[in-house]
């Protein structure tokens, strides 16, 4: 620790720590039996050269959503809202007219405009039919 009173002491803070993370403790033995071998934080994480993070270490994943098979030949699709909202209101706006899409997005005539919209917020509209009067047959 006394090579750490010049003026550049903070950038030799991060050798002394590892020091005295790595130095084996005598006043409690039995607290390193349990541990069992000490660990430097470059021990962590395996390097390769094509690969500097390990695969281990890397949580991430793609994986593929559900698309239900309806969502292509819809006409019409609700959008969800992500707004913060007060209790009890809807969390999907519409039903829109699906203009065009592909898998990925979909392009809906939205109050005046038209605009892309992910399929991570959407879901297909189930509409009533609308019955021609004049074709029911009368009893």
Not at 10 to 27: I, M
Not at 108 to 134: C, F, G, M, P, Y
């Amino acid at each position: 620790m006394a090579h750490c009173t010049a003026e550049d002491w903070k950038y030799q803070l991060p050798w002394v720590l590892l020091g005295l993370r790595t130095a084996p403790r005598e006043e409690n033995p039995s607290a390193a039996e349990n541990t069992g071998a000490l660990v430097v934080p470059g021990e962590l994480v395996t390097e390769d050269r094509h690969n500097p993070v390990s695969p281990e270490a890397s949580r991430h994943s793609w994986s593929v959503a559900f698309t239900p098979p309806s969502l292509s030949s819809t006409t019409h699709i609700f959008v969800r809202d992500d707004a913060v909202r007060p209790p009890l209101t809807r969390p999907y706006k519409g039903p829109f007219r699906v203009l065009e899409g592909n898998k990925k997005a979909f392009r809906l005539a939205l109050h005046r405009k038209d605009d892309w919209v992910s399929i991570n917020r959407i879901k297909s509209a189930l509409l009533e039919e609308e019955t021609d009067v004049t074709t029911t047959p009368s009893a």
